[in-house]
C-alpha cells in the first residue's frame, strides 16, 4: 500500500503543480486581497492540515473508513496543491527572479513535506 500511496500523492504534485501553477496559470483576484490572504486562505488551509494530520490510515477501523481516508488524502493534496500554486502565482509577479525562485521552493517544500507525512503515516 505504500507504493500505491506514494505514486498516488507524487502524481497528484507533478500533475497539479503542472496544471494549476504553469497550464491554467490561476491567480487569485488583484482586488481586495488582504481578506483572502489573511482570513480566508489561513482558515481554509488550516482546516486541511487539521485533517491532514490527525487522520491516520491505520485507526481506520473498517474498509470503507479506509477508502474513504484514501478519498480524503487525495481531496486534501490537490487543494493544498491548487491553493499553494495559486498563491505562488499571485504574489511571483511582486517579487524579483530570486525571491519567486525561493518562495516556490518553500511552497513546493510543504507539499512535499505532506507527501511525506503521508508516507510515514502508510508505513507505520
Do not use: C
Amino acid at each position: 500500500m505504500i507504493l500505491f500511496v506514494a505514486i498516488r500523492n507524487f502524481l497528484i504534485f507533478i500533475i497539479g503543480v503542472w496544471f494549476f501553477e504553469f497550464y491554467i496559470d490561476y491567480t487569485f483576484p488583484t482586488e481586495e486581497n488582504l481578506l483572502l490572504y489573511f482570513v480566508a486562505i489561513p482558515i481554509i488551509w488550516a482546516t486541511l492540515i487539521q485533517i491532514w494530520t490527525t487522520t491516520s490510515y491505520k485507526e481506520q477501523p473498517n474498509r470503507i473508513m479506509l477508502v474513504f481516508t484514501h478519498i480524503m488524502a487525495v481531496l486534501l493534496l490537490i487543494s493544498t496543491v491548487f491553493i499553494i500554486s495559486a498563491t505562488l502565482n499571485t504574489l511571483s509577479h511582486s517579487l524579483d527572479t530570486m525571491g519567486s525562485v525561493l518562495f516556490h521552493f518553500v511552497g513546493w517544500t510543504v507539499i512535499l513535506a505532506f507527501i511525506y507525512y503521508d508516507l510515514v503515516d502508510i508505513y507505520r
